[in-house]
């Protein structure tokens, strides 16, 4: 039977002891097509992550603030995934749906920060790339290992603020009557949904915090991005154009990938949140975490050459 939170801690604020995660589909056909499918993204995801952060990490031709951030949103997507897809496979595999209250909570707290930190670390990676093309010759000082390193953990302060402020917010929401969601992870519109309190003040910091967290960055990548064209421009040979480009591609498919995907589901109001959203959802929180080490790894021959010497060692040395 689900207790309520004010007879757990005798206060007599009242809600549910567990929600139950109904996931995509509740065909059993279906769930057993889902749990492989599902399984395996994640298992490539997690591999293609590993690979991306063991590959700069143990070659030094990569300890470049570029893949000095791109290893830490590697550890992003992969700390991302395993924090909703293995709980849904159980699901999937043992039908028991159900999440306690602080499990739901704690899963909302650790995707609400980590989306914001993908974020936020998107926004520092266009950041390096406009003064590698840019200001190439002070690219050195502009971007030191002491300002890389303030700038990510600034990036981490904000995205942990930013996840405990909602994760709190959550707390003082009353939920009643039915507590089936109809999603794959405790996501925050579908909770605010299923509230049957007063969401006013959860509201309005949502648009004003995720206006800052995700319109900012999105406006700082856009102005790097119309300072890189311009730069780009000026380069007289078609070689030079391609190749300055080419730096920044991976970074700008990524971009688009993430924002594309999370718009589908954000940029809509509360009211009309529902389950077919649930489709978009996936996109975002499995299939760009799994896309990422692709894109980076697809036309980057330092990527191939580190991934070549951590699979195959010396006998990839004698290859090339």
């Not at 030094?60 to 995934?81: E, K, R, W």
Request: include cysteine.
């Amino acid at each position: 039977m689900l207790q309520t939170v004010g007879e757990m801690d005798g206060s007599n604020h009242s809600g549910v002891s567990e929600f139950l995660l109904l996931g995509l589909s509740e065909s059993p056909e279906q769930q057993r097509v889902l749990f492989w499918m599902f399984l395996s993204m994640y298992l490539v995801t997690v591999v293609g992550n590993v690979l991306i952060i063991l590959a700069i990490s143990f070659d030094p031709h990569l300890h470049t603030p570029m893949y000095f951030f791109l290893a830490n949103l590697s550890f992003t997507d992969l700390f991302f995934v395993t924090n909703t897809i293995p709980k849904m496979l159980v699901s999937l595999q043992s039908q028991n749906k159900a999440i306690s209250y602080v499990g739901c909570l704690t899963q909302l707290y650790f995707l609400v920060s980590l989306v914001a930190l993908d974020n936020l670390i998107l926004a520092t990676m266009a950041y390096d790339r406009y003064v590698a093309i840019c200001r190439p010759l002070h690219y050195t000082t502009a971007m030191s290992p002491g300002l890389c390193v303030l700038l990510l953990t600034l990036c981490w302060a904000l995205s942990v603020l930013y996840g405990l402020t909602h994760t709190l917010l959550m707390t003082r929401v009353t939920f009643c009557g039915s507590q089936k969601i109809h999603y794959i992870f405790c996501e925050i519109y579908i909770l605010l949904r299923l509230a049957c309190s007063n969401t006013q003040v959860n509201h309005t910091v949502l648009i004003a915090t995720g206006c800052f967290i995700f319109l900012t960055p999105l406006g700082f990548m856009i102005t790097s991005y119309a300072g890189i064209v311009k730069a780009i421009l000026r380069i007289p040979s078609a070689t030079g154009k391609y190749k300055a480009f080419s730096t920044c591609a991976s970074h700008l498919a990524v971009v688009s990938l993430f924002y594309g995907t999370l718009g589908m589901v954000y940029l809509q109001p509360l009211q009309t949140y529902s389950t077919k959203d649930s489709v978009a959802t996936v996109m975002y929180a499995v299939v760009t975490p799994m896309m990422n080490p692709f894109i980076y790894s697809l036309r980057n021959k330092e990527m191939h050459g580190a991934l070549g010497r951590l699979l195959l060692g010396k006998a990839f040395q004698r290859l090339t």
